[in-house]
C-alpha cells in the first residue's frame, strides 16, 4: 500500500501548544524591556490624539494581591486597546509613600521618631523602606504583563512632585479654601493622628450601652417650665450614650426644640425623657408601672440646670436640632471636644472644648478620677462611678457599626484639637464640587449616585496630620492671632523650590528667619504633615500637568469602588478647588475580588489567591483572562477551580489560533493572497462573520465590556471556527493541490482573521499576542501593540450567499452531526465520513441547501449527501425546521488519502486506492471549488 501522506497538506507552525506559559512569559518580558517596547510605542502614536489614564497610586507597603492585579490589569487593557485604536495613549504608574503604616514598619525595625532616633534619621529611613517596597511592587506589576514607564514612575515622595504637592496648598490657600479650626475630627489614638473621612472604615464593635441620670438642680426652675408638678422624689434628666468613656468631658445636655418631653414617676423618682421614646425606655429599664406626671416642649427646657452625674459640675440643657427619636432617650449628653455636632451646639451656646484626652488616647494629669487611664479601657470605671453615685438607671452590652482606622483596624474616636480643613463651604467649594459631578461619566452610571450620596454627608476636610513621614505644611502662623503670614504664597513657591532640592526635609531644616527675617520673631512654622489622601488626591496637578505626556484632565480614572469616598472624591474636591474643574472625563469603578462564594478575601479565613501563584503556575496570561472574562462591574469570584476552567477557555483560544497559523505554512500574503471577491464563498463568510465581530468587540472595549469581549472571542473560537468553518475547510486545506486557488482562499482568510484576532486579543492575552505576531506569515515591522486594527472586507448586503445563509448552515450542520453522533453510540457506523446522509427538508430550505451541491458533504464532513423534499416519517427528527435526517453507513470504499468513501476508489490504476477527487489533486489540475 502506498503512503500519500506526503501528498497532504498536513498542517505545521512554530507557534508551539506548551504548558509553560509561566517559563516562557519571563523570557517575553526581556526582550520587551531589551528592545523597548514602552518607547516604540510612544514613538509609533506620537502626535496622535491622545488618551490619559491617569494611574491612581497604590500604597508602597507590602506584596501586591489580587486586588491590585485587578486594577493594573484592567488599566493595562484598556491603555492597550486605545493604542490600537490609533491614540497616543501612555501609562505612568504611580506610588503613593508617604503615611503611618510606613512610619509603622520603620518603627519597628529603628525606633521611634523623636525618642530612638532623631527625626531626620528617620525620615530617610521611611524613604528608603518605601524605596524598596515600590521595587518589589514593580517587578510584579511588570509580571503581570503591564507596559508603562517603569523606569520613570511618578513617587508621591519624588522631590519635584513634593514640591508640587506644596504648591498645590499654595492654590488651595489663594483661591480661599482653606481654614484652621479647633474642631472635633476622627482621631487614631494609636496612630496618634487625626484622620479624614476616607480613611475611616466601619467594623463591628461591642460597647456598653448606658442611660445616665443628670439630676435636675433646681425642682422649682422646672416647675416654672413645666407647670405644676405631682408625684414625688427626686427629679433627673435621662441621657443615653454608647461612650462612657466621654462623660468627663459633658458640658450640656441637649434636646430637641419641637420634640415632646414628658417627667415619668418610676418608683420614688421622676425621670425626663421624650415622649416619642417612652416605650423604648421602659422596655429598656425595665420600668414597673411608669406615670407620666407632667408635659412640656423642649424648647422650655432651655438653659434649665442640671447636675454632671458625677462632678461638682453644673449644666445647661441646650437646644440642638441633632436630637432624634432614631434611638436613645431625646437627651443627648454633649461634649464638643468628642462630638462634630455637640461642638457645632455647644459653639452656638458659648461652650468650649476641655481637652481632656491626649494624642495617645489617655486622660490628662488634671483630670479628675480619670488621669492616667486610655480611653478604651476605662468604661467599666465610668460605670461604676456612676452606680456609685446612683446616676446609672440601665447599662447593657450591644454589637454595632463602629469607625475604625482603615491602616491600623482599631477604633476611633472624636477630639477636638487645632488642625487644617479644606472648607466645603465658606467659599462655595461643595456646590461647585456637586455641580462637576454631573459633567463626568460614571461606569457603571450607579456611581454617580454613590459620589453624591458621600457628597452628602461631606464635613470640612482635615488635611492635617501629627506625623513625622509626610509633605509638610509648609505654612507660617503668627504666634499670637494664629493668623497665616500675609505673605504666604510667595513663601510656599520659596519652599518649594527648596523642596525640589533636598524634598521635605528642606522644610523641617529652614530657619524661619531665612525667608521670613524680623518677622521669623512673630511667626512659627506649621509642625503638621498632609494627609497623604491630599497627596494623592492633587496628582492632577503635582504629576498630570508636571509631564508632558499628560495632560489635563485625564480622560479616565479607573479605581475600585471603595474610592468614590477616597481617591476619587479627594481627587475632585482638590481639583475644583484649584482649577474649578473636575480632573477626569470618566470615572470607572470595579469591584473586590472574593472566593466562589462571594466571601471576602482573608489571610485568616485561608481563602485569598495570590496573584504571584497564579502567575508561577498558571501564568500571566490566564490571570489577565480571568480579569477580563469576569464582570468587574460588581464583586469578582476568584478560585483555584475558576482560574482552572479560565485556563481551560485560555487553551481553546490557544488552540484556534494555533490553527490558524498552522495552516499558513508556506504562505506568502503578497504572493499566494487571493482577493476577496475571487475567494470561496464559505471563506468570504469568514472574513465577514470576523469583520462584524470586530466591530462588536471595538464596541465593547468602547464600552468596558471586556467580559462581554471574552464571551464573544470564545464563542467564535468554539462555534464560528471550531465547530463549522475550520472543520469544513480541513478537507480542502489539507487535500487540494498546495497552490490551488480554493486552497489560496482558505489560507487567505485564516490570514486576514488571524491578523484580527491577535489584535483582539492583545490587550488582553499580551503575552500569547505577542507569540503569534512572531508567527504570523509575511512582512510586519514593529509589535502588535504598535499596530492598529486589521481591516477586513465584509459581504455586500445584497448578496446571494449572506450571513443569514451561512448561520442556516451552520445550524442544519449542527443537526447532522447530532443525528451522525447518535448512529456512532449505536454502533451503526464509524467516523462521519464512513456515513452516507439524506436531508428532508422544506421547499426553502432545499432551495437554500442545493445551492451547494455536491460541496454539501464537505459541509457536513460525510462521503455523500442527498437532498430530497419532505417526506413524512423519513429520518431523525432535528431541531431545525422543516429538517429530518437519514443516515447509513456507506457501502462505498474508503480513499486512503482524503477517508472519503466514493465510487471511484480504484478508478484509476496508478493509484489504485485513491478517489478520482485525490488522484486529481495529486496529478492533475487539481478540483475546483465554489462554495465550501
Known amino acids: 500500500m502506498t503512503d500519500y501522506k506526503s501528498t497532504l497538506n498536513l498542517p505545521k507552525t512554530s507557534f508551539a501548544m506548551k504548558a509553560n506559559l509561566a517559563q516562557r512569559e519571563p523570557q517575553t518580558l526581556k526582550r520587551w524591556y531589551q528592545e523597548e517596547l514602552y518607547q516604540q510605542i510612544r514613538k509609533a502614536r506620537a502626535g496622535r490624539e491622545k488618551f490619559i489614564l491617569h494611574d491612581g497610586p497604590p500604597y508602597a507597603n507590602g506584596?501586591?494581591?489580587?486586588?491590585?492585579?485587578?486594577?493594573?490589569?484592567?488599566?493595562?487593557?484598556?491603555?492597550?486597546?486605545?493604542?490600537?485604536?490609533?491614540?497616543?495613549?501612555?501609562?505612568?504608574?504611580?506610588?503613593?509613600?508617604?503615611?503611618?503604616?510606613?512610619?509603622?514598619?520603620?518603627?519597628?525595625?529603628?525606633?521611634?521618631?523623636?525618642?530612638?532616633?532623631?527625626?531626620a534619621t528617620f525620615r530617610k529611613k521611611c524613604r528608603e523602606y518605601a524605596a524598596r517596597q515600590v521595587e518589589g511592587q514593580k517587578k510584579d506589576f511588570i509580571r503581570l504583563g503591564v507596559l508603562g514607564e517603569w523606569e520613570n514612575p511618578y513617587l508621591t515622595m519624588d522631590f519635584g512632585t513634593e514640591a508640587n504637592i506644596v504648591r498645590s496648598l499654595g492654590k488651595i490657600v489663594k483661591n480661599g479654601h482653606l481654614n484652621r479650626g479647633f474642631k472635633p475630627v476622627y482621631w487614631s489614638v494609636v496612630g496618634g493622628s487625626a484622620l479624614a473621612e476616607a480613611e475611616v472604615e466601619y467594623q463591628d464593635k461591642t460597647s456598653f450601652s448606658i442611660d445616665v441620670k443628670y439630676p435636675v438642680v433646681d425642682e422649682a426652675d422646672l416647675t416654672a417650665r413645666m407647670g405644676a408638678l405631682s408625684g414625688s422624689g427626686s427629679v433627673s434628666v435621662v441621657i443615653w450614650t454608647t461612650t462612657p468613656w466621654t462623660l468627663p468631658s459633658s458640658q450640656a445636655v441637649s434636646v430637641n426644640a419641637e420634640l415632646d418631653y414628658?417627667?415619668?414617676?418610676?418608683?420614688?423618682?421622676?425621670?425626663l425623657l421624650a415622649e416619642a421614646l417612652l416605650d423604648t425606655v421602659t422596655k429598656r429599664a425595665g420600668f414597673e408601672n411608669p406615670k407620666v406626671v407632667a408635659t412640656c416642649k423642649g424648647q422650655q427646657l432651655e438653659n434649665l440646670q442640671v447636675n454632671h452625674p458625677f462632678y461638682s459640675r453644673v449644666i445647661p440643657v441646650i437646644l440642638g436640632d441633632h436630637v432624634t427619636t432614631d434611638a436613645g432617650t431625646g437627651c443627648v449628653h454633649t461634649a464638643p471636644d468628642h462630638g462634630v455636632e455637640d461642638f457645632v451646639v455647644g459653639t452656638k451656646y458659648g461652650i468650649g472644648t476641655l481637652n481632656y484626652v491626649d494624642e495617645h488616647g489617655v486622660y490628662r494629669d488634671e483630670v479628675e478620677i480619670f488621669a492616667g487611664d486610655h480611653v478604651y479601657k476605662v468604661d467599666e470605671k465610668v460605670i461604676a462611678l456612676l452606680e456609685e453615685n446612683h446616676a446609672l438607671l440601665h447599662q447593657e452590652k450591644f454589637v454595632h457599626s463602629f469607625p475604625h482606622c482603615w491602616r491600623t483596624k482599631t477604633p476611633l474616636i472624636f477630639r477636638a484639637t487645632p488642625q487644617w480643613f479644606i472648607s466645603m463651604n465658606q467659599n462655595g467649594l461643595l456646590a461647585n464640587v456637586r455641580k462637576a459631578v454631573d459633567g463626568v461619566k460614571w461606569i457603571p452610571d450607579w456611581g454617580e449616585a454613590r459620589i453624591n450620596s458621600m457628597l452628602d454627608s461631606s464635613p470640612d476636610w482635615c488635611i492635617s496630620r501629627q506625623r513625622t513621614w509626610g509633605v509638610p505644611i509648609t505654612l507660617f502662623i503668627h504666634k499670637t492671632t494664629q493668623e497665616l503670614h500675609p505673605n504666604t504664597n510667595e513663601l510656599i513657591e520659596a519652599v518649594a523650590k527648596r523642596i525640589e532640592e533636598k524634598g521635605m526635609e528642606a522644610w523641617f531644616e529652614l530657619d524661619a528667619a531665612e525667608l521670613l527675617g524680623e518677622d521669623a520673631e512673630r511667626y512659627q512654622k506649621v509642625t503638621d504633615t498632609l494627609d497623604v489622601w491630599f497627596d494623592s488626591g492633587v496628582t492632577h496637578y503635582s504629576v498630570m500637568q508636571q509631564r508632558?505626556?499628560?495632560?489635563?484632565?485625564?480622560?479616565?480614572?479607573?479605581?475600585?469602588?471603595?474610592?468614590?469616598?477616597?481617591?476619587?472624591?479627594?481627587?475632585?474636591?482638590?481639583?475644583?478647588?484649584?482649577?474649578?474643574?473636575?480632573?477626569?472625563?470618566?470615572?470607572?469603578?470595579?469591584?473586590?475580588?472574593?472566593?466562589?462564594?462571594?466571601?471576602?478575601?482573608?489571610?485568616?479565613?485561608?481563602?485569598?489567591?495570590?496573584?504571584?501563584?497564579?502567575?508561577?503556575?498558571?501564568?500571566?496570561?490566564v490571570l489577565?483572562?480571568?480579569?477580563?472574562?469576569?464582570?468587574?462591574s460588581g464583586d469578582m469570584n476568584v478560585s483555584d477551580e475558576i482560574l482552572k476552567r479560565t485556563a481551560d477557555s485560555y487553551r481553546r483560544i490557544r488552540n484556534t489560533v494555533r490553527y490558524f497559523l498552522s495552516n499558513?505554512?508556506?504562505?506568502?500574503?503578497?504572493?499566494?493572497?487571493?482577493?476577496?471577491?475571487?475567494?470561496?464563498?464559505?471563506d468570504k463568510w469568514a472574513v465577514d462573520r470576523a469583520a462584524k465581530l470586530q466591530a462588536e468587540i471595538r464596541s465593547a472595549y468602547t464600552n468596558y465590556q471586556f467580559h462581554t469581549i471574552y464571551q464573544k472571542l470564545?464563542?467564535?473560537?468554539?462555534?464560528?471556527?471550531?465547530?463549522?468553518?475550520?472543520?469544513?475547510?480541513?478537507?480542502?486545506?489539507?487535500?487540494?493541490?498546495?497552490?490551488?486557488?480554493?486552497?489560496r482562499s482558505a489560507q487567505t482568510a485564516q490570514y486576514h482573521i488571524v491578523q484580527a484576532f491577535v489584535r483582539w486579543i492583545a490587550p488582553i492575552l499580551s503575552f500569547t499576542a505577542d507569540e503569534v505576531w512572531q508567527a504570523l506569515p509575511g512582512e510586519k515591522s514593529g509589535s502588535v501593540f504598535t499596530s492598529e486594527w486589521w481591516p477586513l472586507e465584509q459581504h455586500a448586503e445584497d448578496e446571494m450567499l449572506s450571513e443569514t445563509f451561512w448561520l442556516q448552515v451552520a445550524k442544519v450542520k449542527t443537526a447532522v452531526n447530532g443525528v451522525i453522533e447518535s448512529k456512532r453510540n449505536d454502533g451503526a457506523i464509524g467516523g462521519s465520513l464512513a456515513a452516507d446522509v439524506t436531508l428532508y427538508c422544506s421547499d426553502e430550505l432545499y432551495g437554500a441547501l442545493s445551492k451547494l451541491g455536491d460541496?454539501?458533504?464537505?459541509?457536513?464532513?460525510?462521503?455523500?449527501?442527498?437532498?430530497?423534499?419532505?417526506?413524512?416519517?423519513?429520518?431523525?427528527?432535528?431541531?431545525?425546521?422543516g429538517l429530518t435526517v437519514a443516515v447509513e453507513k456507506s457501502e462505498q470504499q474508503k480513499c486512503t488519502r482524503c477517508w472519503h468513501h466514493r465510487k471511484d476508489v480504484g478508478a484509476c490504476s496508478k493509484h489504485p486506492e485513491l478517489c478520482g477527487r485525490c488522484v486529481d489533486n495529486i496529478d492533475g489540475a487539481g478540483e475546483e471549488r465554489q462554495f465550501a
Open 664 to 682: 499558513l505554512t508556506g504562505f506568502d500574503p503578497a504572493a499566494d493572497g487571493v482577493a476577496f471577491d475571487d475567494m470561496v464563498e464559505l
Open 262 to 271: 414628658v417627667l415619668l414617676q418610676v418608683g420614688n423618682e421622676r425621670l
Open 548 to 621: 508632558e505626556q499628560l495632560g489635563y484632565p485625564a480622560d479616565l480614572y479607573l479605581e475600585g469602588s471603595d474610592q468614590h469616598r477616597g481617591w476619587f472624591q479627594s481627587s475632585l474636591k482638590t481639583a475644583i478647588a484649584i482649577n474649578g474643574t473636575a480632573p477626569y472625563r470618566q470615572v470607572l469603578t470595579h469591584g473586590f475580588a472574593v472566593d466562589a462564594e462571594g466571601k471576602k478575601m482573608s489571610k485568616s479565613i485561608g481563602n485569598t489567591v495570590s496573584p504571584q501563584k497564579i502567575m508561577n503556575d498558571l501564568g500571566g496570561d
Open 714 to 743: 470564545h464563542n467564535f473560537c468554539v462555534v464560528d471556527m471550531g465547530g463549522f468553518y475550520l472543520d469544513i475547510i480541513k478537507d480542502r486545506v489539507y487535500t487540494m493541490k498546495e497552490d490551488s486557488a480554493a486552497r
Open 63 to 119: 506584596d501586591i494581591h489580587i486586588g491590585h492585579a485587578v486594577n493594573k490589569i484592567l488599566k493595562d487593557i484598556i491603555i492597550k486597546e486605545k493604542t490600537i485604536s490609533g491614540f497616543d495613549a501612555p501609562y505612568i504608574p504611580g506610588w503613593d509613600c508617604h503615611g503611618l503604616p510606613i512610619e509603622h514598619n520603620v518603627e519597628k525595625k529603628v525606633g521611634k521618631a523623636g525618642v530612638k532616633v532623631d527625626h
Open 624 to 632: 489577565r483572562l480571568w480579569v477580563a472574562a469576569t464582570d468587574f
Open 855 to 881: 460541496e454539501l458533504r464537505f459541509v457536513f464532513i460525510c462521503s455523500s449527501v442527498q437532498l430530497a423534499k419532505t417526506n413524512a416519517g423519513a429520518g431523525m427528527e432535528t431541531d431545525v425546521d
